[in-house]
C-alpha cells in the first residue's frame, strides 16, 4: 500500500484546483492551517468548505475502495478511523458556522465540471443552468 500515500497525494486537490480556476471561480484557500481538518479549499467570504475525499482513505462505498487483503483488519479499521475523523471534523466546522461540501475522488475523475457546478450551487453562485449530474 505504498503507492497510496495518506499526503503529498494531490492529484486530486490539483485536478478540482484546475476546474476552479477554468470555471473562473475566485475567492478560495488552498488548506487553511486555521481550520479543523485543514479542508483542501475554503471560500472564506462565503463560509464554505470543500474537501475532496480519495476513495480508498475516505471508505467510497463504490467499488473504488476495494478491501485490502494483506493485514486486512489493520486497514479495515484505519479507514474506519479516517471516515469517523471526517465526520467529526465536517461537524466541527458546521458549530463554527462553515458549510461543508465533500466531493468523491471519482465525482471529480466522472465530471469536474459537475463538482464545480455542486460549489456554485453551494455558493449561490450558479449560472442559470441546469446542474450537471454527479456520478
Ligand atoms: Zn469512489
Known sequence: ???????????????????LVRASLVGWRVRPSEL???????????????SVDGCFWHGCRMCHARPVRSNAHYWRTKLGLNQGRDRLVSARL????????????????????????RIERALNRAKRSPGRKLC
Not at 479543523?36 to 470543500?50: C, E, I, N, Q, S
Open 94 to 117: 458546521r458549530r463554527m458556522g462553515w458549510r461543508v461540501v465533500r466531493i468523491w475522488e471519482h465525482s471529480l475523475k466522472c465530471s469536474a465540471a459537475a463538482v464545480v457546478s
Open 1 to 19: 500500500m505504498r503507492a497510496v500515500k495518506s499526503t503529498g497525494n494531490r492529484t486530486t486537490e490539483l485536478a478540482l484546483r484546475m476546474a
Open 36 to 50: 479543523p481538518g485543514h479542508p483542501d479549499f475554503t471560500f472564506v467570504r462565503d463560509k464554505l468548505a470543500v
